[in-house]
């Protein structure tokens, strides 16, 4: 074994070619005491809320933040399990991976869906907002759905959701 800062490996991987070592170090995760520090604060906050529902955390590509929001979700799963075993109706913890904006403009629709569909809401395609004007549909009075279904319908599900599911933490992850 050839000891390193961060603990020891295989002196046999010396051998290897560059691809294996690539990859043997690639499954190794460092814990580094900044994530840690974030994570407990994360924790801290969430568990036992002050004044402060949203919490920013952001750093350069690579640092760790993906791995953060995991442990994180993980940690809360955990920790909300007995509540869960309790109701199980009840979504304590979800996130997503917010996709970046296209053209310079963001989809709101798109992030919308994407977070119900991480609630595991039904019927997403039908959240719609009924607010029906003539000039909106055909003779028969019949619409379009792909028309009617818009960004405020989308966030007032999304919102039910996170209140009847008594969601206790949504994370966002962007790319």
Known sequence: MV???????????????????????????????????????????????????VFLVFGVT?????????????????EFLPSLRKNPGQIAVAGIEAIPASGGKFSYKDYYTRA??????????????????????????LLNRAARQDAPALRLAMEKVFRYRQLEAFTVDEA
Do not use: C
């Open 3 to 53: 000891k390193t800062q961060s603990g020891y490996f295989p002196e046999e991987l010396l051998l290897q070619s560059n691809e294996t070592k690539t990859n043997y170090f690639k499954s190794i995760t460092i814990p580094h005491r900044r994530l840690k520090e974030a994570l407990d604060v994360l924790l801290i906050n969430i568990l036992e809320p002050a004044d402060t529902l």
């Open 62 to 78: 690579g640092v760790g933040k993906t791995t953060l929001r995991l442990r994180l979700e993980k940690m809360l799963l955990e």
């Open 116 to 141: 119900l569909e991480a609630l595991n809401e039904v019927l997403i395609e039908y959240k719609v907002d009924y607010g029906i004007h003539r000039d909106e549909g055909n003779d028969l009075g």
